[in-house]
């Protein structure tokens, strides 16, 4: 079973826009981690952010986390073709157990 | 390049028949996990190996079995093979005590006819 579920389940943007993606999950978490994947290849890591954060930056990325509401959004400011992509969130089951559960996923276009 | 490789990239197999793939750890990664990923989906988890041991295991029947070797490599076996196991089969390596982060292979996309 799906942890996660990303809202929406596609986006199509131009470039230079920004592009919101959502997630909720079902349980408490340690920690929330959002990874991309690029045409059903490898999922590649872009951010952790830590159950007592509540923002985090890396890049042209912000990642926000709402305990409270069991929440997570990613934000890519300035969208460009190459983040064309499919974008996940993944919570870990229990704690230190390096077992991830992953959502849904967003499918992301950038049109240039 | 996470330095995870996998084979083989790909693999066409009969129903009935048995799979094996291979994964090979990140340097220094002592965790190997592996993930089924069905098409339009999100990766699912099969299980864990840490130091040659499962160390968990997701709902996948007893069909999916694993090994990992003294240098931390692993293999994901599938036997009886059914249409509904054709996936991209994912596996990522970690260090415990580390960033959490884990480190995805491309992947093994099999088809089963």
């Known amino acids: 079973s799906q942890q996660g579920e990303e809202d929406p389940q596609a986006l199509s943007i131009q470039e230079g826009e920004n592009a919101t993606m959502n997630c909720s999950y079902k349980?408490?978490?340690?920690?929330l981690q959002w990874y991309r994947q690029n045409s059903g290849r490898g999922l590649v890591h872009l951010i952790l952010?830590?159950?007592?954060?509540r923002e985090k930056h890396s890049g042209r990325l912000r990642v926000t986390l709402d305990t409270s509401k069991k929440s997570s959004s990613l934000l890519i400011t300035a969208s460009r073709a190459a983040d064309t992509a499919s974008y996940f969130c993944?919570?870990?089951?229990?704690?230190?157990?390096?077992?991830?559960?992953f959502g849904t996923g967003t499918r992301l276009k950038v049109l240039a | 390049e996470t330095g995870v490789t996998q084979s083989p990239t790909h693999l066409i197999k009969t129903r009935g028949q048995q799979v094996t793939l291979r994964c090979s750890s990140q340097?220094?990664?002592?965790?190997v996990s592996w993930y089924q990923q069905a098409l339009g989906q999100g990766p699912q988890f099969i299980f864990q190996?840490?130091?040659?041991?499962?160390?968990g295991r997701g709902n996948f029947p007893p069909r999916f079995s694993g090994l990992q070797f003294p240098n931390y490599s692993s293999e994901l076996n599938v036997n009886a093979l059914e249409l509904d196991d054709s996936a991209l089969y994912l596996c990522?390596?970690?260090?415990?005590?580390?960033?959490?982060?884990?480190?995805f292979g491309p992947g093994t996309r099999l088809t089963v006819t």
């Open positions: 993944a919570t870990e089951e229990g704690s230190g157990t390096y077992k991830y559960i």
């Open positions: 952010i830590r159950s007592n954060e």
């Open positions: 349980t408490s978490i340690n920690n």
């Open positions: 990522a390596s970690s260090s415990p005590g580390g960033t959490y982060e884990q480190y």
């Open positions: 190996y840490y130091r040659e041991e499962e160390n």
């Open positions: 340097s220094g990664h002592n965790t």
